[in-house]
């Protein structure tokens, strides 16, 4: 029903940057998004959410180093990765809660960070 496509995903240095998007089919200025990320073995955790009146929340490991934005009209969502290290490596995943709580994902990005 709901259609998200992330994007941006790929391979850079510790500390540098890369910045991730996220098309949404559905509009987006009345519902929460976020961005999780997950690694084999592990289950899926929140990095960043943004609710639909302009409140923003970061796990603690990506404070100061990440930034998570909407684009509204444009039904986009993005997440700015600075300083990365290496635990950031994982797939990324789109997240948006509709009105009854239901959460839709996308198909993930892949986010590497080189050695």
């Known amino acids: 029903q709901v259609q998200l496509v992330e994007s941006g995903g790929g391979l850079v240095p510790p500390g540098g940057s890369l910045r991730l998007s996220c098309a949404s089919s559905?509009?987006?200025?009345?519902?929460?998004m976020g961005w999780y990320r997950q690694t084999p073995g592990k289950s899926r955790e929140l990095v960043a959410d943004?609710?639909?009146?302009?409140?923003?929340n970061y796990v603690d490991s990506v404070k100061g180093r990440f930034t998570i934005s909407r684009d509204n009209a444009n039904k986009r969502l993005f997440l700015q990765m600075n300083n990365r290290k290496p635990e950031d490596a994982a797939w990324y995943y789109c997240?948006?809660?509709?009105?009854?709580?239901?959460?839709?994902w996308g198909q993930g990005t892949q986010v590497t960070v080189s050695s």
């Open positions: 943004s609710s639909s009146f302009g409140a923003t």
């Open positions: 997240m948006l809660e509709d009105q009854y709580t239901n959460r839709y």
């Open positions: 559905l509009s987006v200025s009345l519902f929460t």
